[in-house]
């Protein structure tokens, strides 16, 4: 599967990168987050959140389970790390989070995969696996559905635009590139065990 990849150096690129992610999203849309514990989930949120409009500090839902912002459209943010089962997700009201009228982030959407729709974009932000920069972050875009592919090519345009304006070089540098995905599991089919 075609996914984009690009490597953030800082928890400011990674807003950066959340905000260019912000021009091409409308109310219906579903991004799933994945990725290490601490790896920068919301503060990839925040830069998204903040290109959005939302003047409020957007903070992990971790122990609240879901976050509301005002921006320019309605942004649902939902945690579910602390979930131990798809029924605790369905009951917290999952279907009713899936607001055509709103925006909904889902960190540690892999957990509840078999419940995303079809078309989203999942996110994975890991720790580098080299070890080298304890600030360095991979970032794997994987689109799933044809908009979202082209929403994917949108923001690596506008992010390579902010992640060169930002930089300390003098030459510009092409930051994402496109990868394959292995073993991509299909996400519409429940897991055997039925747990988050």
Do not use: C
Request: charged share 25%; net charge negative.
């Amino acid at each position: 599967m075609r996914a984009l990849s690009v490597v953030s150096r800082s928890p400011e690129e990674t807003r950066i990168v959340g905000a260019s992610l912000a021009p091409v999203l409308l109310p219906g849309d579903v991004i799933s987050l994945s990725g290490d514990l601490g790896a920068g989930k919301t503060v990839f949120v925040q830069g998204l959140a903040t290109a959005l409009g939302v003047q409020r500090r957007v903070t992990s839902p971790t122990f609240v389970i879901v976050h509301e912002y005002e921006g320019r459209f309605p942004i649902l943010h939902l945690d579910v790390y602390r979930l131990d089962s798809f029924q605790e997700v369905l009951d917290l009201g999952f279907e009713e989070l899936l607001d055509p009228e709103a925006i909904l982030l889902v960190e540690w959407g892999d957990a509840v995969a078999p419940l995303l729709p079809r078309r989203h974009l999942d996110i994975i932000i890991k720790h580098p696996e080299n070890g080298d920069d304890p600030q360095h972050r991979s970032m794997i875009f994987r689109p799933w559905g044809p908009e979202w592919v082209f929403k994917v090519d949108a923001m690596r345009t506008t992010g390579e635009t902010l992640l060169n304006a930002a930089s300390s070089e003098d030459v510009a540098e092409q930051r994402f590139a496109e990868t394959l995905v292995s073993q991509v599991r299909d996400h519409r089919q429940p897991r055997e065990s039925g747990e988050v």
